[in-house]
């Protein structure tokens, strides 16, 4: 098992409440990223990191956002839930200076808002 | 832009036959090209990746990925499939744009072996 971890596994919550979904990992890795899993399953990058300070958007336009202020943390935060952010959240890392690394996932985070 | 494409939705294969879960890419220079496996609930393990040399590459739990250039394909294989290989199967390739490098899935595949 890989040294990323992600919480809460499970949360339901209301809408228009402020959800902050954390990931952390212990691999000292540089490269940190948010993927949005959709009921048919498809993964979407929302959001990426390359280390401190650095946080890019990726191809899927999101209403969260991220910050990285210490390498090994990478929360992700939803100002105002709806119920179209019910989804998956996986979270992972990897190591940066090299194309071919390869990501390492946390367990992901299921997110249901009502 | 970089991509990859996972034509079937589902495999269906009987325990101990061959299995084979397609992916086809498009990519501007040397591809990366990876394969990974999530099992339900769990996020995702990586399985094997493609860089350069031998076509033919070995990973995790007895799959091997075949890169063919002339098809733009790293189709997953197995000689003989397990019940327990049964899970949601996802190709990537890692991705460069203006602000570096990330992974990009396909829209995955679940593969069923049956007993």
């Known amino acids: 098992e890989a040294d990323i971890y992600q919480t809460p596994r499970y949360l339901v919550i209301g809408t228009g409440k402020k959800i902050t979904l954390e990931c952390s990992q212990t691999m000292g890795h540089d490269k940190m990223y948010w993927y949005q899993q959709d009921p048919g399953m498809e993964l979407h990058l929302i959001h990426y990191?390359?280390?401190?300070?650095?946080?890019e958007k990726g191809d899927l336009s999101s209403e969260s956002t991220v910050s990285r202020i210490r390498t090994e943390h990478f929360p992700l935060t939803l100002e105002s839930a709806r119920p179209s952010h019910t989804s998956q959240y996986l979270c992972?890392?990897?190591?940066?200076?090299?194309?071919?690394?390869?990501?390492?996932f946390g367990q992901g985070t299921r997110l249901t808002v009502v | 832009a970089q991509s990859v494409a996972q034509p079937e939705d589902q495999v269906n294969v009987a325990e101990g036959n061959p299995l084979t879960v397609k992916c086809t890419y498009s990519v501007s220079g040397n591809p990366y090209l990876f394969w990974y496996v999530q099992y339900p609930n769990r996020g995702l393990q990586f399985l094997l990746k493609y860089i350069t040399g031998d076509n033919l590459v070995k990973g995790s739990y007895g799959f091997e990925a075949e890169f063919n250039k002339s098809q733009t394909s790293f189709h997953l294989k197995k000689p003989s499939a397990l019940v327990s290989d049964s899970a949601l199967y996802f190709c990537a390739v890692s991705s460069v744009n203006q602000a570096g490098t990330a992974l990009i899935f396909g829209k995955g595949t679940t593969l069923s072996v049956s007993s």
């Open positions: 992972a890392s990897s190591e940066l200076g090299t194309d071919d690394a390869e990501a390492f």
């Open positions: 990191s390359y280390g401190v300070n650095s946080t």
